[in-house]
């Protein structure tokens, strides 16, 4: 690889990167911050969100550029103290990055670096950059927060006791303190929101099992399963009562096989409600037991985070469990619950953990909340659009109702949202008897007549995404990879415009912008083209 051919790569890397989330940590109630907080204050994070950095099919040109033929002559060297100089840029003072490992395969050279506060290493402190076929691929997401920060002073760090840490984590898992030990501990330097916490990154037995638990006193960043987890069932309904379907759902990962509680999802009932037990991961209750609406909800919100995890969607769940709450009355807040449900922030919860609420439904305004996949499975999409999309004032609240939605629609393949909880005459729902709101609609953002309540008015969005799904070349499965990539491009604030660039440079970074103009034209329809003035669909399209 000549130093042009380097230089080449670099300065196209430095063009393009384009982060790509694959960890959804982000807490949000559907009710705004009381009045005079400002958006998003006092919002925390409990766990790592990890992008990565890519410019496969951006750079422009394919040129293997050498990689992969005997004898490197130090290229590797040359290529490894380059990308650490453009990865130290920027970096705060008492911050530094060093170069881990250089490695080469056919056709690819492959790169590590640690980064360093002071003398301790970063938790979780790799970068990784791989050069193949003339392309940067770099993972480099705590760089990017640590560039973020104002100068560092490694000598003001101060570890608190680890077992502190042990205690918070046996406590998140509900062990009992005599069933918690640590087997390994080393220090390292978490990059939290907020800034730099002395962590202890601890190897612990918490009951019968192992686990990894990073975190800082009783601050508990992560606490990762080191082991085979149950797969159990649950018998529900595929979708809700009036499709009637009965089919047994798999339950990955479940902590133990007589509760309903995994890696990702926790249930917790209210006082006095028994919590349903099995004896060999299998949870199968009479229809008219209670707690086959609990089984049904843990199973379903499992059903639809199985589907965000699908490797096109580039999602996991590695952060602390979500709360699965049925039989809701009232919320954090105080507000009724009954027919409602809701996706609230940890700081907002009385464990600190994020929360979903599932009312019952009252039978005259909605009905048999906790038995139709379409409630739980919208509540669970404003937890991935959460990880960047923080408001939910005007125009983002919008969004974030539209984009729950149409997970929800691109998911069953159904346009109704839904369908078993509207009672004739509620109202409550789009299309009586039937859906509580609708893709499958003509609404417009320039109707004077657009609903302006936030989930009603969403339904334009939605709808414009469900058109997008039916038009030549997509499909519903695409547009739904399609908007979980654009995530990566959103703001914690954002407009209508916003959104559409951010489908389009989504489009341009999966298909080279095959799209970008059918995005446009489907906005437009929508009567968005006032929002997008002087904005032009062929700067989306890659160069031939």
Known sequence: MSSRSIARVFHAAGVYLVAVLVCGCGRQSERQAPSGSPEGAGLRDTCYTREAANTS?????AATDGAGEAGDDGIGERLAEGLREKLARG???GVRVER????RSTGAWHFDFRYYVGNYPVCDGLARAHIVGGKLLVDNAVGRRLSQLGEVDPSALVWPDPAETLAAAARSLAVAPAAAAIRQQATCVAVAPGGLLAAWDLTVQLGPHPYRVLGSGTRVLVVDPRFDEVTGSARVYRKNPQDGELVDLPLPDLTSPE??????????LPTGFASPRSTDGHFDFAQTDIRFGEASLFAHVEDMAAWFMQPEHGYTFDCVPIDIRPHAKRDPFGYQMENNAEYVVPEMTENGYPAIYVGEGDGQSLQGLELDFDVVAHELGHHIVYRKLKSQADESG???????DYFV?????NACLGESICPAGSPLCQVDGQCLRTADNKLRLD?????????????FISGMLWDLGRSPGLSQPAVATLVMKAIAYFQTSMSYGDLVKALMAADLELNRG??????MDAAKARGLASELGGVDCQSYVAAS
């Open 57 to 61: 099919g951006l750079l422009g040109f």
């Open 91 to 93: 970096l705060p003072a």
């Open 100 to 103: 881990a490992t250089v490695k």
């Open 259 to 268: 509760e309903l509680k995994s890696s990702r999802f926790s249930l917790v």
């Open 398 to 404: 919008v969004i974030h109702e539209a984009l729950a």
């Open 409 to 413: 629609f691109a998911r069953t393949g």
């Open 447 to 459: 109707d004077p007549e657009l609903p302006r309540e936030r989930h009603q008015r969403s339904q």
């Open 514 to 519: 095959t799209h970008a103009c059918a995005i």
